[in-house]
């Protein structure tokens, strides 16, 4: 069996959901995940690699071949984009399942309506496993590794890889908390910068220096993540972190919201320019961001329990 997401981080980590449900209910089965290069590490099983950002149609079809070779009996399609419906016809898979506005949906085997009607991204996936007899979902779990952090601590991660979807305030938030508790500031290597900022001299900052199971490991143990609607809000929530979630331009109804069961969602109401789209903006359309701006730095601190 072969489950696609290749996806931002993010989709991946939900997408893991899927991949655990063919496991439970096909146990003897081989379950593969195709993920985009860079999200195989937090991947707790086997996977395939599509290297998207070099060469992207060459190595498209080094997966093909990997993936005839694996001759699936069953490949489920997370994506609705014309790729990965390439694949999902080509891959020679018995049984193929996927979302109805995928291009290649005619040719599957099971065309599952997508809607975006304030369910989550989990519920929405679990729609595609009703084909095979699957009417059960949970939350996705992740590969850990939890590195060495004396004490108590709160993470911190402030980038995103769309700038609306970044909230404004994370260096009044850091120096804030770091008051009270020793603040943990994590991102990717590319995330460096804006998380030096952030980290200023009153935080410890990570990016870069953690694999993703290390980041996974270092929420699972943290009193409180802070995230914006974006990866690191869905690796919190793989492994239960309690989590306060900055949603700027983009609003929970749209499926992204947190699944921790410890969770606060933040955001700005009553704006008619949000949400401005379904996945963020490189700016802000109006020039003032205030779904971003408008929430301030004791509000979100205040959710940190004890904090006063």
Not at 73 to 99: W, Y
Not at 128 to 134: C, D, M, R, T, V
């Amino acid at each position: 069996m072969v489950v696609a997401q290749t996806a931002f981080l993010g989709d991946a980590v939900l997408g893991l959901s899927v991949v655990q449900a063919l496991q439970r209910a096909f146990p003897d089965a081989d379950v593969r995940y195709w993920v985009r290069k860079g999200n195989e590490s937090i991947v707790p099983g086997p996977v395939v690699v599509w290297e998207k950002r070099y060469d992207k149609y060459r190595h498209f079809l080094q997966n093909l071949t990997e993936i005839r070779r694996f001759s699936p009996d069953v490949f489920v399609n997370l994506q609705r984009f014309f790729s990965t419906g390439a694949m999902t016809v080509l891959s020679g898979a018995k049984i193929t399942v996927g979302f109805d506005k995928n291009p290649w949906s005619s040719f599957f085997t099971y065309r599952v309506p997508h809607f975006i009607d304030g369910r989550h991204e989990l519920e929405r996936n679990a729609e595609l496993l009703k084909a095979l007899g699957i009417h059960q979902w949970e939350r996705p779990r992740v590969r850990v590794e939890e590195p060495e952090m004396d004490g108590k601590y709160v993470v911190l991660a402030p980038a995103s890889v769309w700038a609306t979807k970044a909230w404004a305030h994370w260096p009044e938030l850091a120096k804030i908390l770091a008051e009270k508790i020793k603040v943990c500031v994590v991102g990717a290597p590319n995330e460096r910068e804006v998380c030096t900022r952030v980290a200023g001299d009153w935080a410890v900052n990570l990016a870069g220096e953690l694999s993703l199971p290390q980041v996974a490991g270092l929420m699972k143990n943290a009193v409180r993540v802070f995230a914006n609607d974006s990866a690191p809000l869905h690796i919190a929530g793989a492994v239960n972190a309690p989590v306060t979630a900055f949603f700027c331009s983009t609003v929970p109804r749209f499926g992204f919201g947190p699944v921790s069961d410890d969770s606060v969602v933040l955001e700005t109401h009553g704006l008619d320019c949000r949400p401005c789209g379904l996945h963020g903006k490189k700016s802000c359309p109006k020039g003032h961001f205030r779904c971003g701006r408008e929430i301030d730095a004791p509000t979100a601190a205040a959710t940190l329990p004890g904090f006063s």
